[in-house]
């Protein structure tokens, strides 16, 4: 069974940094493209940012970014722990929301459009709070 789990969410202070962690244990996450989502509180659930599957390791791969984090949030892959990182930087208020990662065995490159990802593809989600 495919399974997700994301960690790293906390409350932080504005101007502070977090980074995110999506991971899977017997799959290997190379082979998928990624994306990380978020939902506040009474708000839709929106694309943040995403990588594309790298199944041949190399170390040129696509990226996309919603325009409100481009410049302060990194994605990233480490093949070696089977992980994709979300560095956020400069995090704000409205940045708070439970963050999501979602995978796709098939798309390149990737999309942050949520309904492309199969509902078996999803984390349970990590709560990050940006508050003072």
């Known amino acids: 069974q495919f399974q997700l789990v994301e960690s790293g969410g906390r409350l932080v202070q504005p101007g502070g940094s977090l980074r995110l962690s999506c991971a899977s244990s017997?799959?290997?996450?190379?082979?998928?493209?990624i994306a990380w989502f978020r939902q506040a509180p009474g708000k839709e659930r929106e694309g943040v940012s995403c990588?594309?599957?790298?199944?041949?390791?190399?170390?040129?791969?696509?990226?996309d970014y919603r325009d409100s984090v481009k410049g302060r949030f990194t994605i990233s892959r480490d093949s070696a722990k089977n992980t994709v990182y979300l560095q956020m930087n400069s995090l704000k208020p409205e940045d708070t929301a439970v963050y999501f990662c979602?995978?796709?065995?098939?798309?390149?490159?990737?999309?942050?459009?949520?309904?492309?990802?199969?509902?078996?593809?999803w984390g349970n989600g990590t709560l990050v709070t940006v508050s003072s």
């Open positions: 979602a995978a796709d065995p098939w798309r390149t490159p990737c999309t942050l459009d949520s309904n492309q990802y199969g509902r078996h593809y």
């Open positions: 017997g799959f290997t996450l190379d082979l998928y493209s």
């Open positions: 990588i594309s599957r790298n199944p041949g390791g190399g170390t040129s791969v696509s990226t």
